[in-house]
């Protein structure tokens, strides 16, 4: 199966500038989304680098506070809406689900084509609002957003956007995974990367649309004074923090959901065991992504809701955490008594489940009404989200990228230089945000450019450990770069994996299969231990 | 939406597709509106006097033509499906026609009604009912225009002879689409235009 080795040109025959622009190959666009949102994960991280240079001291030395807020707007709403949401579902989605499921093409290329380039669109519109850039935190929360000065409709015109572009991926991608199953392909024979991105684009599909009203409200109320959100016309600040969140709450899952189908990916073929719990894995995602629309008020107790409705809120957050815990303990039972190598893929998904861990563990602090007045606004929440999006989605993706670079490029990493990169990234984000617990719990509130002296030391140490985070970072892709240009040519399935994808060669054809294949079972059948000629 | 795909060489699972592709899309939209009508519940239920006394400047007499019009439209192209269905394709253009044109009676109409408003100065920042009446209509307007555009976009194709009673995806889709956009304001008209 895997003697078909590399160096054909596969799907990346065709050349020059049409051949991209006009493509309609989901392998294609999903390179495009790579490129892309990869650009804009480095200008965020940028952004993230001059905060921390900004906090080294209490007092604000480098620049003053309205820069400070507009770089954390800009840090925040770039990370958020032009990297993570995007990333893997767009990116790794677009390439891998139809290869994944036995299909040609998702169901409707032109779509896909379209949602890229309404995609790019939004970030053009994006970055067309910095002529008076934004300074609200990337929540847009009113009033204030309704009153400054930046250009909050044009931002909310380009997030809208972007906004459609996600809708018509998801809507895409539940379409091809409905229809475009190869024979045999069954639900439950699906890798559950799958299951991850159908969880995920039902989210995109149902959530998204009301950002898109509610940023659409919050433009009109700047543009012709409409006053839902003015409470000086009987309007509601708080509606507006209703509305965000039950977009921006269920859209953590749009992060997290198809990083947890990385893991499950990658856990199996590198400790060579059966995925344990297919099913359980499988279902909780659903389960994920049905709680999580019932959660959003947990970012509101301290917006004065009802203490009935908090509580409700509390509760029911405390409930997403079972299904989100099943994954977990399923890929350890998987890692039980497995022949574990640690390959850069399979270091990135140990990871994961570490940082993920501590992230989902110290959720309950702030799910739970009388901790989280205390720890509202504070740096603990930066941690949290941290660990849980950085560490989760971001370790997730990484994990991706290194599992699918032979798929992708047709070319192998140099494993030791990944692995180096992979050691100082897994340094440096403990460093950089475990700190930032402790600051959060000593009262440190998140958002100020400068602090009291009394946090001085864990900001110190933040900002160091964001520095060994950056560097791994860059080495990282350096690797990327340079396995591209003279990376050994990768076999068809170099990690002797048994998910469709790894049955074609690298690079996949532009067809994908020449022939698609009948399915016959699951593809977690992994039994033998691995053999010396791996 | 429309569009089958150039990948599919089965013409029954391309129809499923699209056919499951327009649904998802309706669910988006749904909730699109939804969330004004989230809010639209929060508010009547604040301040159902508001409601009560702004209602009624609303046009009902217009309110109730534009209803009857996009009813009226809702039956054209259901006979245009119904058209192409038999292989009809020039009763399909002419029925699709008369509903883009029933859509722009409708939009005029509703340009009449609101320069009516504005000139009783009644504006979309007026109050909490007017910035609803204003969004919610504005929203729905909008698809009134992306579904005519979308009719017209299949009478051009059904013209170059692309359907048939056997390959109609498009007009399926279409109508489809233009059905739920009855359909919305079907909800408004008594939620804006009959309170109480």
Redesign the interface.
């Given at each position: 199966m895997a003697e078909e080795s590399g160096g054909g040109k596969g799907y990346l025959a065709e050349r020059g500038w049409r051949s991209w622009a006009y493509t309609?190959d989901h392998k294609r666009i999903g390179v495009m989304y790579l490129y892309t949102t990869i650009a804009f994960f480095f200008i965020g991280g940028v952004f993230a680098l001059l905060l921390r240079l900004e906090l080294l001291s209490p007092q604000a030395k480098y620049f003053g506070n309205h820069t400070y807020n507009v770089f954390f707007t800009l840090h925040g709403a770039m990370m958020i809406f032009l990297f993570i949401i995007p990333a893997i579902p767009s990116g790794l989605g677009n390439f891998f689900i139809p290869l994944h499921i036995g299909a040609?093409?998702?169901?409707?290329?032109?779509?896909n084509l379209a949602s890229y380039w309404v995609f790019v669109a939004g970030f053009l519109v994006v970055i067309g609002s910095l002529v008076s850039p934004m300074d609200t935190g990337w929540t847009f929360y009113t009033p204030y957003s309704a009153k400054t000065g930046a250009a909050v409709a044009t931002l909310s015109f380009g997030i809208f956007l972007i906004g459609m572009s996600s809708?018509l991926t998801g809507?895409?991608f539940?379409?091809t995974i409905?229809?475009?199953r190869a024979p045999g392909m069954t639900w439950h024979r699906l890798p559950l990367f799958i299951w991850g991105m159908y969880a995920t684009s039902i989210i995109q599909?149902?959530?998204?649309?009301?950002v898109?009203?509610?940023f659409?409200?919050l433009a009109?109320e700047r543009l012709?004074?409409?006053?839902?959100f003015d409470p000086a016309?009987?309007?509601?600040p708080v509606?507006f923090q209703h509305?965000f969140w039950?977009y921006s709450h269920p859209v953590v899952y749009v992060m997290i959901l198809p990083a947890m189908g990385i893991i499950s990916e990658v856990i199996p073929v590198f400790s060579r065991k059966p995925i344990f719990g297919y099913k359980a894995i499988a279902y909780s995602s659903l389960a994920i992504a049905f709680l999580g629309f019932l959660v959003w008020g947990h970012h509101m107790f301290t917006s004065a809701m009802s203490p009935l409705a908090n509580t409700i809120f509390s509760f029911m957050t405390f409930f997403v955490a079972v299904p989100t815990a099943v994954k977990v303990f399923n890929w350890i039972a998987t890692l039980y008594k497995g022949s574990i190598t640690f390959e850069s893929p399979m270091l990135y998904a140990l990871t994961f489940i570490f940082l993920f861990a501590v992230g989902g563990l110290t959720g309950p602090f702030l799910g739970a009404l009388a901790t989280d007045v205390q720890l509202h606004d504070t740096y603990f929440v930066v941690a949290h989200f941290h660990y849980t999006m950085m560490g989760g989605t971001v370790m997730g993706f990484f994990a991706g990228l290194h599992y699918w670079f032979p798929k992708m490029t047709g070319k192998m990493l140099n494993e030791r230089i990944a692995r180096v990169a992979w050691a100082l990234v897994f340094i440096g984000f403990n460093v950089t945000f475990f700190t930032m617990f402790i600051a959060g719990v000593r009262g440190m509130p998140r958002r100020y450019a400068e602090y009291l002296p009394r946090f001085h030391v864990e900001n110190v140490i933040s900002t160091v450990g964001s520095a060994i985070l950056a560097v791994g970072i860059v080495v990282m892709f350096w690797n990327f770069i340079q396995g591209l240009r003279k990376g050994l040519p990768a076999p068809g399935n170099p990690w002797r994996a048994l998910s469709l994808e790894w049955q074609t060669p690298s690079l996949p054809i532009t067809e994908n299969f020449l022939e698609i294949p009948v399915v016959t079972d699951w593809p977690y059948g992994y039994g033998k231990p691995k053999g010396p000629d791996a | 939406?429309s569009?089958p795909?150039?990948?599919?060489t089965d013409p029954r699972?391309a129809f499923?597709?699209?056919k499951?592709?327009l649904w998802?899309?309706l669910?988006?939209?749904v909730?699109?509106f939804?969330?004004?009508f989230t809010?639209y519940t929060?508010?009547r239920v604040?301040?159902p006097d508001?409601f009560q006394s702004e209602h009624l400047k609303l046009n009902r007499v217009l309110g109730t033509l534009n209803t009857v019009v996009l009813i009226t439209s809702s039956l054209t192209v259901a006979l245009g499906v119904d058209a192409i269905r038999r292989g009809k394709a020039r009763l399909l253009e002419r029925y699709f026609g008369v509903t883009v044109l029933l859509g722009a009676v409708f939009l005029c109409v509703k340009y009449i009604e609101w320069t009516e408003e504005f000139h009783h100065g009644l504006?979309?920042?007026t109050?909490?009912f007017f910035?609803l009446y204003?969004?919610m209509t504005g929203?729905h307007g909008i698809h009134v225009i992306l579904g005519m555009g979308v009719l017209t976009y299949v009478i051009l194709l059904s013209r170059r002879g692309r359907f048939s009673g056997s390959y109609r995806t498009p007009v399926e889709i279409a109508g489809l689409y233009w059905h739920f956009v009855d359909l919305v304001w079907i909800y408004l008209l008594p939620l804006l235009y009959l309170i109480g």
């Open positions: 309609m040609r093409d998702v169901a409707f290329p032109r779509i809708i809507l895409n539940i379409v409905h229809k475009l599909v149902v959530a998204t649309p009301v898109g009203v509610t659409l409200l009109m012709l004074g409409v006053a839902f016309k009987g309007g509601d509606l509305f039950f | 939406m569009d795909s150039a990948g599919h699972v499923e597709a699209a499951l592709g998802t899309f669910a988006t939209e909730l699109l939804g969330a004004l809010a929060i508010f604040k301040y508001l504006y979309p920042g109050n909490i910035s204003f969004m929203l």
